[in-house]
């Protein structure tokens, strides 16, 4: 930890001499460098007139001392007044050299070589104007102090990508700088140098003073990565713990109203198995539901399981003891079982809970006809005409009745309105033992094929 923060004030201080340097020598480039040039050749200029004597020595003399006390404060010299070699005559008089200017103009690059800069993305030279260079009277020319230019070298010591590797490797690259700049052979470089880096070394002992924490907190020990099942079991736990509890809400159960319906649709479309399956559910989810026991006792009979059928009936009249349908089904039941007296029972209490139904008329009628008591069925079928005289039913049992009683005509009559209602029961009356007084006659016959010709 503190190499990382070693290396990040390094970068840092590294920044801030980049940019301390840069507008040093921005500042420096301002001034133009002297161009190579070829002295010319110039005459010794006249000498004044000696006009000017001693005065003008005494002038020259005391600009001389102060110069030299600005340079010994170093200060450079002014830039109006460069220096100039002083000659004096022999009567003491100051001889005033003539200033010569000459325009150099700087060497025009080579145009392959401004070509391939511009290629390269880099800007074309800038038109430097003309020099004013300056001469002594003897012709030699007037140069600037050494420490007026940018020492070389010294930038190269402030790239920033080798300030990175140094630091990387554990260079201390302010150390350096004196080193880079002896090598440049200016003191001016050197000088600049050794300011540059005291200033960092003030810099950082600042930011090491400010954050003392900060440099001496040890850095936190990496931890070994956990394996892909680990983080997501943590983060199963992080989810799960910022999940707020609730009950669990256990999905809906069916209802047995739900199988009752389910059971019936079965029915109606004949599958009484799986009538009866939906029918057991209902009934194991509630044992007191009549209409699933009385259901089931009807899939049951059409499936021909009359036992359980009846079972079924007798439970859900122990529900419902004054059901008219269930009492006419068990009735049913019985009448097909040749349990006549035990029909009779079952039809009798469904006519006193509703009087006007003529199907259970017709099958009380039934059950006193099978049972050796035609007369008693002929008043039952009567009955149910009288209620319903479309009830084919009602008026071939009353014709079945007449013809055990030996009336031929009533038995002729009520056959004719049965076949003349459904004529289905052709076939039928062609082989009832019941009829067995009309076999052979003639209108029982014709009767018969007028059906028959009906119903092709």
Known sequence: MKRIIRLLMILGLVSVAVYVVASVMRRRQESPVPQRWTPPTVETPSPPPPAAGFEAAEEAAELAEEIAEAESEGMAPPQDFPATDVAVSSEGALIQPEAVTLDVEPEAPEHEDVAAAEAEGMAPPPESAPVDMAFTASGAPVMAEPGTVAAPGVDDALDFAEMLEAAEHGRDILEELPGVAAAAGTPAAVAEADVVAEAFEEL????????PALADTPGPTPEAPAA??????????????????????????????????????????????????????????????????????????????????????????????????????????????????????????ALAADPTDSTVMVNRGLAHLHGGDPAAGLVDFREAIRVDATDAAAQYGAAQASATLGNRDEALRHVGRALEIDPAYAREAAADPKLAMLQGDEEFLKLLRQSGSARE
Do not use: C, K, W
Not at 204 to 211: D, H, I, Q, R, Y
Not at 276 to 286: F, G, H, K, L, S
């Open 228 to 349: 892909p099942e680990e983080q997501l079991f943590d983060s199963v736990e992080e989810a799960l713990t910022d999940m707020e509890p609730a009950p669990i809400v256990p999905p809906p159960r069916r209802t047995a109203e739900s199988y009752l319906d389910e059971g019936n649709v079965y029915f109606n479309v004949g599958q009484y198995g799986l009538a009866i399956e939906r029918y057991t559910q209902a009934i194991e989810m509630d044992r007191d539901l009549t209409a699933a026991f009385y259901n089931r006792a009807n899939a049951r009979t059409r499936s021909g399981d009359l036992d359980n059928a009846l079972l079924d009936y007798d439970r859900a009249l122990e529900l419902q003891p004054n059901d008219a349908d269930a009492l006419n089904n068990r009735g049913m039941l019985h009448l097909y079982r040749a349990n006549y007296a035990a029909a009779l029972r079952d039809f009798n209490g």
């Open 204 to 211: 950082a002992a600042t930011l090491v003073e400010e954050t």
